[in-house]
């Protein structure tokens, strides 16, 4: 039979398909999507997991005029291949490309940027409420996990929704399975609804006032069509309950479905994950893993929790060893906070792990239950700076900006691997504050990390490079940068590397101004609000004459592309920096 995926560029060009000729066409999606991931990389078992789904989805109903939403946006990869961008999709997640995440400024069809969890019941339900003011008559659709829905976020639209009389669709694509399996309550709940055990009586989705149906085959093209044929007219919320399996279609993304969702290249042909030529390097990830295991095996009271991610940070190897002290609790980073706070007062030291991007989710958190009470809990912000191909919605910039506002609150950023781990050891038996640890995704640049273990000062200004004329005030691993940038020069600049973000010790750093002609301060974050934005202060509060260049992330959103070109865009490259710094050499 002649391939149909040539065929289709829009969802108007499923109308007049046969349900065999769709079922092929969902075979097709399918090696389309493989091969081109296998080269790229990028998310793959979620999208494997939803193409009859998604298939179903624009066939039933009219988009873009009908609104679909999807939670996420990790298995949107059918959904753009399906609404014009088939094309074009290799260039996903590539600078200047497509977005590995659905966009409003990128397609029609895109009807709400998604990129964070449990946003699409809130934004579809929005969407149901103004169109029914303004007596439209299309239907809005949100797709969501079994792991996102269990998101207070979500929850509060449930909530919403049932007393709103809209026309509005929950479809839970339930695969018990988020990027690491799904945990808790609601999770046990799900599963007795799918093995028969919960009465339908019991159903606490119809508590709420939406009209429940399911469970359903997720992969079944046909029952999918006719469920949502039925659901398309209704003027009240509806749920529909739907099975899939994520990664379905490729043997090992089936049977490894946390590796398997962002694998990174693989073979497209058997599916064996492709060496990688970093492999020998640790990530930063692991450092904190590992120490942090090392330190509870000796230490009772240390305790740890991350909001979904016990892969993606590494805290893996505690919970596997000590399940009682390392705890996921599922896509909550609200309740993190607060949870860890609770666990302190009890005598605790609590490491929270949690992404700088889904830290953002706990602002209040942070100051109201933690700070304001001076509660000494450490948060170790995993993926902050730059985070490459992922994009503007998980970019680990504004950390540094948006705590510098917290009274109370102490801010780490070590330059590399060791002083990581030395960090961790010192703050194990914290006691006096809140303290945000702040490190990047991917590889140390250090091979032999695993050192014995010292207390470090945090506060002590580190003189990594004498010079004479002008002094690089560094934070972080960018120093890596700054040092490689700083390769041509004998005695002109000075850097010194500071650990400690906030507090800053001000007498001790006009005391070094003084000294140099020019100041450049170098940070992988925003500069708005940021380190650099400090010492602007201290320099004018002491009225003190010197040259300040900040550099760090402008004041806009930075878009996905890899590490290294988001670096050179933001001019935090070696070369862009070596650049500048031999202009200020020849003044």
Not at 170 to 184: E, F, K, M, Y
Not at 294 to 319: C, D, H, R, V, W
Not at 419 to 445: C, F, I, K, M, W
Not at 495 to 515: C, M, W
């Amino acid at each position: 039979m002649a391939a149909i995926l040539p065929t289709i560029q829009f969802p108007s060009d499923l109308k007049s398909k046969t349900i065999e000729e769709l079922e092929q066409l969902a075979g097709e999606i399918r090696r389309f999507i493989i091969n081109v991931v296998s080269v790229n990389g990028g998310h793959l078992g979620a999208s494997l997991g939803v193409v009859e789904l998604t298939i179903a989805l624009h066939y039933v109903f009219d988009t873009p005029i009908d609104k679909l939403v999807w939670d996420v946006g990790h298995q949107a990869y059918v959904h753009k291949i399906l609404t014009g961008r088939k094309d074009v999709f290799d260039s996903n997640r590539k600078k200047n490309g497509i977005s590995g995440f659905p966009k409003i400024s990128e397609s029609v069809y895109d009807a709400f940027g998604v990129g964070h969890s449990s946003t699409s019941l809130s934004a579809a339900l929005g969407m149901a409420i103004g169109d029914k003011l303004q007596g439209k008559n299309n239907q809005h659709i949100a797709v969501i996990g079994d792991a996102s829905i269990a998101s207070g976020m979500a929850f509060e639209a449930l909530n919403h929704a049932g007393v709103t009389n809209t026309r509005f669709i929950v479809v839970l694509n339930d695969n018990a399975i988020g990027i690491d399996p799904s945990i808790g309550a609601l999770k046990s709940y799900l599963m007795q609804v799918k093995q028969g055990k919960n009465p339908k009586e019991n159903n606490m989705i119809k508590s709420l006032n939406f009209d429940y149906s399911g469970p359903i085959d997720g992969h079944n093209l046909k029952v999918l069509i006719n469920e949502f044929q039925r659901l398309k007219n209704k003027n009240k919320p509806q749920f529909l309950h739907v099975i899939t399996t994520k990664g379905k279609g490729l043997k090992q993304a089936e049977e490894n479905q946390v590796l398997y969702h962002a694998p990174g290249k693989f073979d497209k042909i058997t599916g064996d994950l492709l060496q990688n030529n970093q492999q020998e390097f640790t990530k930063f990830q692991d450092v904190f893993g590992l120490t942090l295991l090392e330190l509870a095996q000796k230490n009772n009271k240390l305790f740890a929790i991350t909001p979904a991610m016990p892969t993606g940070s590494s805290l893996k190897y505690m919970m596997d060893k000590f399940p009682e002290r390392a705890i996921d609790v599922g896509i909550a980073e609200q309740h993190a906070v607060t949870l860890a706070a609770g666990i302190s007062l009890s005598g605790f030291t609590v490491f929270c792990t949690i992404y700088s991007t889904f830290l953002q989710r706990a602002y209040d958190q942070l100051i109201h239950d933690v700070a304001l009470q001076n509660i000494p809990v450490v948060f170790c912000i995993d993926r902050a700076g730059l985070v490459g191909e992922d994009g503007a919605t998980h970019q680990g910039i504004f950390d540094i900006a948006y705590l510098n506002a917290i009274p109370n609150l102490k801010i780490l950023a070590p330059k590399n691997a060791v002083e990581l781990r030395q960090t961790l050891y010192t703050l194990q038996n914290n006691n006096s504050q809140p303290v945000a640890v702040r490190y990047p995704r991917g590889y140390s640049s250090e091979k032999n990390w695993k050192v014995p273990f010292e207390i470090i000062d945090f506060s002590k200004i580190q003189n990594i490079k004498k010079g004479t004329k002008a002094a690089v005030f560094s934070t972080g691993t960018i120093i890596e940068n700054v040092l490689e940038a700083l390769s041509f020069d004998a005695d002109f600049f000075s850097v010194y590397h500071f650990l400690q973000i906030k507090p800053l010790n001000e007498k001790a750093i006009v005391d070094l101004i003084k000294r140099y002609q020019t100041i450049i301060t170098v940070e992988e974050g925003v500069v708005n609000g940021g380190f650099g934005s400090m010492i602007n202060q201290i320099v004018l509060k002491n009225k003190l004459k010197v040259e300040v260049i900040n550099l760090g992330i402008p004041d806009e959103f930075i878009e996905h592309a890899t590490v290294n070109e988001q670096f050179i865009y933001c001019g935090l490259d070696s070369l862009s920096m070596q650049n500048l710094f031999k202009r200020i050499q020849n003044v």
